[in-house]
């Protein structure tokens, strides 16, 4: 057991943490706000920081890293607002084709991803989802000319200007994923700006062709094997994008503290009137336990990738609830200037608007958990001393 | 960061647990399982902590010598964990965790020869006077008096919300011997025989229907002067001390997750259980992961004694406001039957009255051991 970050964790974060600091401020980021794709520049940044690659394989010249160091490099993008399609492209796509494409799909697809030639999107939700891990409506069927997908999909980050999309669909055998080539003309695309700054599409497939995701047959991963990656997938997006927004909400805990030391009133800083203090010290435990349950599910993620499904769950109402809470007092402590474009927390307010729902809410994920744990008995064993065997036996139960 | 478990961490894990199956009786689960107060009952806690002194494992914290184990943090927080998540009892902490350290660190050769003996042995049941009637959250006010007279001090005042004093035959208390200079510079430590002539223990009555609390006064009770700890008018530091140990001492995580046991119990059937109480139990339980990581992130990379800093109080807000999330739970659980209450302390075997005292009684957790406004303005120091 290690209850520190060890020194590859450190580094990633302290040069992420460096570059957006030199390269990203409020100001900067304005190129990519509500621009597809993101700033171009920003994006071949990220690339030669190696930060495209992270969590691929290192055989198509990726990092290989885990789910702490993803998150970490998140929570520094969550810091800074980053509106440029990381999570879409390499955490969510990236990692689809890394885990589930065929040797010639990885090839075709994750070396430019790595190298920032492209940017890729998943469309996974729909209508009606209060949690992503049902069976899809998006029917995926074979013709005589290939697979053809139908159905409506929502909420794609990034759709507009990816190369490739990712596309989760049920087939008579179970779930399957896609490759759809956004330039067809059989989808009917409604893009928009999105609360976060950046930029999604709703979708609507109309026996649109489409390329399995693996191999034609069911050997690779077989049908079982699609959903369950998916799912893995789906849980390190969810846990990703707790530890973005738990670096959103670190970065307005310190902006607030600063905010209230200066701002005069009744003729002394905010900051000493008690009931300011007691606000700001309850943001403040609130983003501790925030990054610890970033911290747990990811270390949990990384023992037993097949227990994701709890991980999310665990992490996103846990996060989710701390992040309402935050993003309110924020906005509250800074007064008008809370609810103004000139510093960034009304957008961090935003970030964390966009992140209470995707992916499912918090009160969703907890009654999946509460429900789930009352019937395994799993809430009552120690989260921390499980290690690997018990967290595996558990979870295929 | 990771938490593979290598092989002496899973060999000592298994070393605790074989010896819970070997010494935790079914009365001694059943008695902590009716402990609706703090700590269990002395005729559940003694027997309990006997077994563990027998196998060297009642005073992890102390040095080696004095019968310390030397494990690390981690060693601890397994230790602890098995032993709550299995329903062992409490160890009552008064003389364990509290009055052993203090003497252990500023005690005479004589006063450790006396009294750590008879804390490993059980054999003294110790309390902690300290709160006053006017000194709660602000201790430093305590105004009982200890007057000098010859060898002895002579004690008149009043001690309030003492806890087990009922059964204690032992008190460490803090009194005051001078009221010049600074409120904190007049204070000294003082251990003090229960059953000296004018101490009277007045039971006070509390909102779960559990009798822990006391009032003690003393009238002119002679207690002599070499059972003061430390030099005359320097007690703060020995209650600085006693406090900050107690900071690094206290895993709370497995008692909280075996509470949330107890209500489980209670829940409907998934099936039949409303979202509402099923998105509770959600919550509350990654609310309880959460705290345990953190709680073992920080007391993980700490030596015996040492004080994990300003991040105690975050943990101590955390387990009070926890413990009261989930009795709150419990009690909606059971919904209509939270109407029932205990004819007495003793009928623990009833879950619905059980956790209504429990319910009750956690109100308690965010005001004593420094109130949660006390613990939030703590916290803000550490930001401003």
Known sequence: MNLTLTEEQALIQASALDWLSSNYDFRQREAGVHCDGGSRSAWQGFADMGWLGLPLPEDVAGLAMGPSEVGLLMQAFGRHLV??????????????????????????????????????????????????????????????????????????????????????????????????????????????????????????????PATLLGADTATQVGVDGAQTLLDQVLAEGLIARAWEATGAMQAALEQTTKYTQQRRQFGQSLSQFQVVQHRLAEMAVHCVEAQAACELASMRLALAPCDGVDQAAYVKNKVARAARFVAQEAVQLHGAMGVCEELPIAATFRLLLAFSHEGGDAASHAFHRGKTLTGTGDFALSQTLRGRTAIMQSSTR | ????????????????????????????????????????????????????????????????????????????????????????????????????????????????????????????????????????????????????????????????????????????????????????????????????????VRPIATIGGDHEVNEVHFEGVRVPQSERVGEENEGWECAKYLLEFERGAGIF??????????????????????EDLLRRFGEVTSDVDTFEWLELRTMGGLAPGANPGPVSSILKLRASRLKQAIGELGVDAIGGDSLRWRRDPDDGRNTAATLVSEYCNSRAYTIFGGAAEVQLGLIARTLL
């Open chain 2, 1 to 200: 960061m990771n938490l593979e478990i290598d092989y002496a961490e899973a060999a000592f894990r298994d070393e605790v647990r074989e010896f819970l199956a070997e010494h935790l009786t079914d009365e001694l689960r059943e008695g902590q399982a009716s402990t609706t107060g703090m700590y269990p009952p002395p005729e559940v806690s003694t027997p309990w902590q006997r077994a563990l002194q027998a196998k060297g494992w009642l005073v992890p914290l102390w040095p080696k010598e004095w019968g310390g184990t030397g494990w690390s943090a981690l060693q601890r927080f397994i230790f602890e964990t098995e032993c709550a998540l299995a329903g062992a009892p409490l160890v009552h902490p008064m003389g364990v965790r509290l009055v052993g350290p203090v003497i252990l660190r500023f005690g005479t050769q004589e006063q450790k020869l006396r009294y750590l003996p008879r804390v490993l042995s059980s054999e003294d049941y110790w309390c902690q006077g300290f709160s006053e009637p006017n000194a709660g959250s602000d201790l430093a006010s305590l105004s009982l008096r200890a007057r000098a007279d010859g060898s002895d001090y002579v004690l008149d005042g009043t001690k309030i919300w003492t806890s087990y004093a009922h059964h204690a035959n032992m008190m460490f208390a803090l009194v005051r011997t001078s009221t010049e200079g600074k409120k904190q510079q007049g204070i000294s430590f003082l251990l003090v025989d229960m059953t000296l002539p004018g101490i009277t």
């Open chain 2, 253 to 274: 995580s497995p008692r909280l997750r075996s509470q949330l046991k107890r209500v489980a119990k209670a829940m409907p059937a998934p099936s039949a259980a409303s």
């Open chain 1, 83 to 208: 509106v440029e399609p990381w999570w879409a492209s390499v955490a969510q796509a990236g990692r689809l084709i890394a885990l589930a494409g065929t040797a010639d799909q990885q090839a075709e697809w994750l070396p430019p991803l790595i190298a920032g030639e492209l940017h890729l999107a998943l469309a996974h939700t729909e209508p009606g989802d209060r949690l992503p891990w049902a069976m899809r409506r998006t029917r995926a069927r074979q013709t005589e000319s290939g697979w053809r997908i139908s159905g409506e999909k929502r909420q794609v980050i990034a759709a507009v200007g990816a190369s490739c999309w990712i596309v989760s669909a049920a087939t008579e055998n179970g779930t399957q994923m896609f490759l759809v080539d956004p330039n067809r003309t059989e989808h009917r695309v409604d893009a928009y700006d999105t609360s976060a700054g950046g930029r999604a599409a709703d979708i609507i497939f109309e026996s649109t």
